[in-house]
């Protein structure tokens, strides 16, 4: 019994000397970190270069944001510290997909800014408060964000943005390239004339062309979109910019906006008398006016804005221009926004991207008409738009439709989803009353997301013989006819679209088309490869001889990226590991096989394998949703053998998860 007490005792020793220089060492990173300003950049800089790849992930943001120009000269990345703040940010069970430093980067610093601007409290913010809540921060974050996501409701924060932070809004016009409304924004509320103001000068006065908005809200639409591209006017909107020019001038500007005049308010500002001072002398009448009329007295219109928040700019400065928006996308598109934005189309020639989601399926009028004015800005040799994403339409047949209307598209996304109710839609006389059915396109990616119970592949098999410059293609969800097979689709694409780089089928039964995929695999040169799933070994006599032969046409010295994830690899995983054996060697540097009820011991004989084979380039290598809580000692020890020659992407499971199981084991 003594000599087990003696024999624990020097065995507590020996970990507690063992443990004591890394003791020592962060303490001094943690010194370092405490003491940065008195040491300096400097003295940070002259340290070997060991000791400072260690340093990174004890830094701060601002230190490392600091330290970062001088390292990457030297050749020297800091993605070690930017990832270990983005862990500690989503917590430890999230696989993190950031490659470059960079990107690493801009979501640290845009996950805080909006945290820290907003007063939005979290943990990781909570833990360094001491840090982030300063100028100092706010200031370098905004150096590096290009997104800034402006949420109405919180007034107070956007109102100190207009006064006590104008340094800091004037950093943003700089470096802010997309701008996200994700709240729904008024026109007649005074405390939102903050973030009106905000907006006006990220996108009119900054470099601000991509605008997204999350609301639907026709008359918020028709502001963000009034001069800034388009030439049409929304007379509600005109209304109330006259009645906001009334507020800055009622006895000159209530006559100039008064009904049947058609110069625009931003003519008819008074520069003669300061906006601010006006606006709080007349606040109390037009607070009365206002609730006689029922109508706002809020100023809208930007130039008014401008005057009203910045009063030191003076006559001098002039009317502010409207600044263009090139990208434009609106996840929340209801029927009135989709009419509005039919009569803004025609004459929106800067537009080059345009995004349309809704949450419910678009009435086919309603799409017509929005084709109709697709039409118009195509017909104008001054248009600009090459990318649509629309969605949810009622039937794959307007996709022809949308084509046709604008035919000068390089990149197309629709996402259709069938009407349970109302009357069915005759596809016939939409796939052949276009005279020009069989003109060629200039498409160069094409994505098509299909829920429905069965879909004509006729309508994508058209549409794809005419595309013969398509480079990327993504379908999801094809369901056809019972008894039908996925091979007319194949063959159309070995046949018509050998310019392919990137082929992504996903929740498309494959099972009973391996001689289709092999020939074309074995005439395209693929750089990106998706097989998500695709029930690729479903019914197969013998899978592990299939996905042998899958394998050996996917040696394509082009191909870097490949998934075959939900595809219920199981124990068969282990023959993935000879796309790196023989003379012709894979060349694949991203492989993605998540959700194939991968068990320890499989994912074990498939890293030793792999281990033996070392693939040419380091390999990342995605394993999230594999039950690796089946046996944690068997899976470590394989992640461990994976570590030296893959970046691996992992993420918590619960086998308990009787679902999860099942479905992955389907």
Partial sequence: MKKTTKKKKKEEKQNRTAMEPDRLEKQCF???????????TEAVLDLPTPLIKDLLPHLTVCQLDEVQPALNRRGLSTYSGWFEILQDLVGPSRALDFRTEEEAKHEVMLRLFTSVFYRLRNSYVLKNSIHLNTNSFLTAAAKSVHHFILIPCIHQALQALTWDQQPLLALLEKH???????????????????ALYVLHRLLDHGVTTNL????????????????RGSQYVNLELKKLMCWGSQTLSPSEDAVRCSPGDESTPSDNLSDHVSPCKRAKLYSESLEEEEDKSGVSSVAVDPHVLCHTFNPCAGPSAGTCTFGQITHLEI?????????????TLPTFFCLQSLTLHSKSIFRESDVLDFAGALKQLSDSSCSSLVHLNIGLLPHIGLMKTLLNASPRLTSLYVEFQTVMWGPQFNLDHLGTAEPDISAELPLEKLTVKVTQLQTDPHFLTSVLRRCPYLTSLHIAGMRLPTGSSQSHLLSTLSESNRCLKALN??????CDCLPDILKLLRGCMLEELYFID???????????????ELVAVLKIPSLHTLSLAQNRLARNVCVLAELFSGSSQSSLKQLDIKSNFIRPA????FAERLRDLQPP????????????????????????????????????WKSNDTMVDHISNM
Avoid at 618 to 647: E, M, V
């Fill in 212 to 227: 997204v908005v999350s609301i639907d809200c026709p008359l918020a639409l028709a502001w963000l979109l009034h001069g």
């Fill in 505 to 510: 089928l996903e929740d498309i039964k494959l």
């Fill in 534 to 548: 695709c029930r690729l070994l479903e019914r197969c006599i013998n899978p592990k001889k299939s996905l042998l």
């Fill in 30 to 40: 943690h010194a370092v970190r405490k003491h940065f300003a008195v040491l300096g």
């Fill in 176 to 194: 802010i390239r997309s701008v996200h409304v994700n709240h729904f924004l008024s026109l007649t509320e005074n405390k939102t004339q903050g």
């Fill in 617 to 652: 380039h380091r390999l990342t290598l995605d394993l999230r949703k594999n039950p690796g809580d089946r046996d944690p000692d068997i899976w470590n020890t394989a992640l461990q053998t994976l570590q030296p020659f893959s970046l691996v992407l992992v993420e918590g």
């Fill in 331 to 343: 996840r929340t598109c209801g029927p009135d926004s989709l009419n509005g934005l039919g009569f």
């Fill in 602 to 605: 499989d994912l074990l004989e």
